[in-house]
């Protein structure tokens, strides 16, 4: 099933209604569709129905679709629905025959809010064990008026506000407009402070690896009970409004995902990016975390390769080095993931991946740590693990010499050459190969090398230096470029 068919039509669509038959509906209507964010915060805080359904997003956005119970009746209507803090930019209906005419969203529950709600009531002030009442004149600086007609600038005591001056829970005021009695609202809205990452384990054995993945997810401040929970894979773009009014969201703790059930969620391509759901039904509170597998853990061939990057800018001139420095050797795994297997033919969400290798008595230990970007299907993935212990390498530049070149028309151009030698050590009982990498862009060359050079693209040449065990190895080559 389609995203647009779980939502009952797209955000952006014109509902059929009584206010398509009103032009006054309809322009309030339109005015009233940029209140989408809102509803959404809201039922962060409040009980949901088993119907809900949820979607967080890798950059804390949080897509909600939610039934309220409320009896509609037939055309317009106005409702109140308590949501929660929300941003009211974002309400939808998820009904093609309900429209929102017009909106209204009370987010304040702080008590600067309700003394505001309070101007021109009296309040009951309590000071010590006595009370005394006085009117609410003004807030910004705040003003009371006692019995006595004088005009004091501070609360004469600690107000004790009426119960429906308070609003304990954000909330939406709706008018509505149905093609028929309904007896419930069906609302689609975003939230913030949601989220989710993935997680991945390669436990090293040889040539082969085990591989397990997991979703990591992060509440953030919202309170679900019983909803269908989906996690979107993928960089969603984010619209910047100019100029445009939108409410603070409250500072929250960090809250977490709490669920029942357990099994590897289905997978599907929703648009350009994937949607994760998880089986059975989930709770969200405040405080826990969960993480879900993605995967049944499965089997990879894995390959160890080791790095030395040149020392050539990428771009510009070539500048002469003097002092011959260490550089590091870069140890990297590559986990295959060719078709037709069970981790080559699904997508991965980008996360971290953790490598493991175990000891001489079998305990495993962390070799290594890398960002991992989304990665279709079929990609093998790369992991940088680090720096390898027992592999050094010395570079130097060995000559250097310029010239400059008129060019006809007019101008000139600079062309270099230089030489440089990497010196490698093995301290391992293992042979190694260590691939020695060159990269720029522009005119540029290899003019001669003791090791036949792999071009690998038309910035990249590559040098693949065997080192003995417990032995060294070098390599000299020469450069040209010109700019």
Known sequence: MTAARRLGGSATSRPRGAHQRDPGARKSFRAARHLLLGALLATAHSPLLAQTSITLYNDGRVLVRRDFALEIGKGQSDRLVVTGPVDPATVFTLDPEVA???????????QSSVLRRAIGRRLTFRTGKDTLSAEVVGVDPERYRLSDGTIVFQAPGIPQYPADLVTLEPRYQLTIASAQARKSLRLGYFTQGGGWTASYEVLLGGETARVMGQAVVNGGPLRFKDVELQLLAGQVNVAQEKDAYRPRAEAYMVAKQ?????????????????????????????????????????????????????????????????????????????????????????????????????????????????????????????????????????????????????????????????????????????????????????????VSSSIKPVKQSSTRYSFAVPVPAKGKATLTYRVRIIW
């Open 100 to 110: 929102i005419v017009a909106g209204a969203y009370d987010g304040g529950i702080d």
């Open 258 to 446: 709490a669920r029942a059930d357990v099994g590897a969620p289905s997978e599907e391509k929703v648009g350009e990016f994937h949607v994760y759901t998880l089986p059975g039904r989930s709770s969200i509170e405040p405080g826990t975390i969960t993480t879900v597998g993605l995967f049944t853990p499965t089997q990879a061939k894995v390959r160890k390769s080791f790095e030395v990057h040149g020392q050539i800018p990428y771009w510009g001139g070539l500048p002469q080095y003097g002092e011959e420095a260490e550089v590091p050797v870069t140890v990297t795994y590559t986990v295959e993931r060719p078709r037709k297997t069970d981790l080559g033919d699904r997508p991965l969400p980008g996360g971290i991946v953790r490598l493991f290798e175990p000891d001489s008595g079998g305990r495993l230990q962390l070799i290594g740590e890398a960002a991992m970007d989304h990665a279709p299907a079929g990609e093998d993935l790369r992991l940088a693990a680090g720096t390898a212990f027992d592999l050094t390498a010395k570079r130097v530049q060995t000559s250097y010499a310029t010239r400059r070149d008129s060019i006809p028309g007019g101008g000139w151009r600079t062309i270099a050459t230089a030489d440089y030698r990497v010196s490698l050590s093995n301290a391992a009982d293992q042979a190694a190969r260590v691939d020695v990498v060159e990269e720029r862009r522009g005119e540029w060359s290899i």
